[in-house]
Nanobody
Framework: QVQLAESGGGLVQAGGSLRLSCVAS????????MGWYRQAPGKQRELVAG???????NYADSVKGRFTISRDNAKNTVYLQMDSLKPEDTAVYYC??????????WGPGTQVTVSS
């Protein structure tokens, strides 16, 4: 079983920055993908940024050039650096990990609020 714990959310003004962290623990050897997802009120959860085991990275078009995903394997941690934040980035941000093709684990989420 994989456990994920997010941190780093908060309230920030538009144009500001936040860095989210996700620490993975437990049986992590089988993880082949980790990603940051977000869900705004009344909307579906969407992928923000993801990083594969071999290092390939993808981003949602809405965050390209503003957000950066990275990882520290020694700390079992994935980060999401969020710059030039916009009010439309307001959401609960979740860290997700995948084992194989269908086994997912999720953290409890962290709230990000961007004021205009």
């Amino acid at each position: 079983q994989v456990q994920l714990a997010e941190s780093g959310g908060g309230l920030v003004q538009a144009g500001g920055s936040l860095r989210l962290s996700c620490v993975a623990s437990g049986s992590i050897d089988g993880i082949n993908f980790m990603g940051w997802y977000r869900q705004a009120p009344g909307k579906q959860r969407e992928l923000v940024a993801g990083i594969f085991r071999l290092g390939n990275i993808n981003y949602a078009d809405s965050v390209k050039g503003r957000f950066t995903i990275s990882r520290d394997n020694a700390k079992n941690t994935v980060y999401l650096q969020m710059d030039s934040l916009k009010p439309e980035d307001t959401a609960v941000y979740y860290c997700g990990s995948r084992e194989g093709f269908v086994r997912w684990n999720w953290g409890p989420g962290t709230q990000v609020t961007v004021s205009s």
